[in-house]
């Protein structure tokens, strides 16, 4: 029944699935390989159907991390996986509020809106450490099986944390930004762009173009280069910021690999 699933590859088969990816298959800078379905991101879980759920247990999916914030998560509710759901991660990166600043006060336009995103990325990082920090320590956790994580579209908030674990884990940076590129072929940004754009309809906002909303809709290389931008300014490193912010030291790192990587 599952048998489509135990083949290792980069997208789930799931019939209702968001932008789901395993982070498996990717080799470090030490030729190890990560482990194939234990650590997987995506979108929101609203349209799992039925086969999706026996499947995500068939893949012994014990735990699940929903960043989403309340609102989120109660205008598109998780279908109900069986696992442990920690839905109170209420994370945000950036502000709306400037978004709605600038629209209103006629300055947004493509190119300040994309600086609007990649700002956010680049002045996140200390805001999103502690929910990181969450997130490391259930995947060292020893009755993990495992872990899916999201938040709506697996693109922003999803894009950070996968950028980060694939980091613990010793993959080269070029590596990384190219898995956080995925999303450009794995996501329906048109249909995100549409939900935006009816919200601009509720709030009575009399002219808009489609290029000011593409930053929100979609992912760019720059934003995840401005994350890393903003972590080694802070932090000096990636791997600083891995155990002065999110308690990721040497030992508990090291226990990392072990979970996570083959060999």
Known sequence: MFSSFEKPSRVLPLEGGVNFRDLGGY?????????????????????????????????????VHDFRREEEQQRTPSQPIRATV?????????????????????????????????????????????????LFESLLSPNTGSSVFHCSAGKDRTGMAAALI??????????VVDDYLLTLEHFDSERLMNIVEQHL?????????????????????????????????????????????????GERRQQLRQLYLEG
């Open 27 to 63: 080799l470090n800078q030490n030729d190890q390989q990560v482990r194939w379905r234990k650590i997987f991101r995506c979108g929101h879980l609203g349209d799992l159907t039925a086969f999706d759920l026996d499947a995500l247990e068939h893949l012994n999916v014990t735990h």
């Open 86 to 134: 920690y839905g109170d991660y209420e994370m945000s990166v950036g502000s709306m509020s400037k978004f709605w600043e600038y629209m209103t006060s006629e300055k947004l336009t493509a190119e300040s809106a994309h600086e609007l995103v990649v700002g956010s990325y680049r002045n996140c990082v200390d805001d999103v450490a502690p929910h990181y920090a969450r």
């Open 166 to 175: 694939l980091s613990a884990l010793d993959v080269d940076r070029s590596t």
């Open 201 to 249: 309809r509720d709030a009575d906002v009399a002219h808009w173009e489609r290029s000011w909303l593409v930053p929100y809709c979609s992912v760019h290389r720059d934003n995840i280069e401005a994350f890393f931008e903003g972590v080694e300014a802070r932090y000096g490193s990636v791997d600083a910021y891995l155990s002065d912010a999110l308690g990721l030291s």
